[in-house]
């Protein structure tokens, strides 16, 4: 199996391991960095019992495929499609527009992803990786960063820019000044998207990554204890 059928599990057990929290057979990142919890292909049938400890009672979670479905107590919230998708020949260079983005920054990071809704970003997500960002007059218009890190891989993540700059190609210079830097790793670029997103979906085909496979977005709430 490639790393890339199970990101999360790779990162957090590769070269995220210093954010991974465990309970039994799972991992996760800190609630403040990533809402992804991760588990081994083959877990064992206490997997969502690991899964509640860790996260705790009522606590949302990603549905896993590794995990199969939640137990008939937990709620499902919503489910969907997505796609993942690989760098098949993206041109990958610097942007010398670009502004790199810190701790700092989280303020407006936070502020440019409450309206654009690209995806989870959190208080810390950006130490995760390398985020870029582009300003004009002094203000955050549009970013794009580093997520999942499996060996040999890195996800471009919480791609945005503000509604009243868009069609500016802002996006695309982002992605690949993104690309530029996993790849002066020696690492290759991968991403996610909404299946229903086709004009993020367009975008990346046009810069030059390719479907890889469909996948499958889920969240659940973990069960709460009875009332005594």
Excluded at 155 to 183: K, M, Q
Aim: aromatic share 8%; net charge negative; with cysteine.
């Amino acid at each position: 199996m490639s790393v890339l059928d199970n990101a999360a599990w790779a990162s957090l057990t590769g070269p995220h391991a210093g954010f991974a929290e465990r309970a039994g057979q799972v991992l996760r990142y800190p609630v403040d960095v990533s809402p992804f919890l991760a588990v081994p292909d083959e877990p064992d049938g206490r997997v969502w019992d690991d899964i509640a400890a860790l996260a705790g009672p009522g606590a949302v979670v990603p549905i896993l495929p590794q995990a199969g479905p939640p137990p008939p107590e937990w709620e499902i919230l919503q489910t969907a499609s997505g796609v993942q998708m690989v760098d098949a020949g993206v041109e990958a260079r610097p942007d010398p527009e670009t502004v790199r983005l810190t701790l700092a920054d989280v303020p407006e990071m936070l502020d440019l992803v409450g309206r654009t809704r690209p995806g989870p970003f959190l208080p810390r997500t950006v130490l995760l990786g390398t985020y870029l960002g582009i300003r004009y007059d002094g203000v955050l218009v549009a970013m794009a960063g580093e997520r999942l890190h499996p060996p040999g891989w890195t996800e471009i993540s919480a791609v945005c820019t503000d509604p009243a700059y868009r069609g500016r190609g802002l996006a695309g210079r982002l992605v690949r000044a993104v690309a530029a830097g996993i790849r002066d790793r020696g690492e290759t670029p991968f991403l996610h998207a909404a299946g229903a997103n086709v004009n993020a979906i367009r975008l990346y085909e046009t810069l030059g990554f390719r479907l890889r496979r469909r996948t499958f977005f889920g969240q659940a709430r973990a069960a709460e204890p009875p009332s005594p």
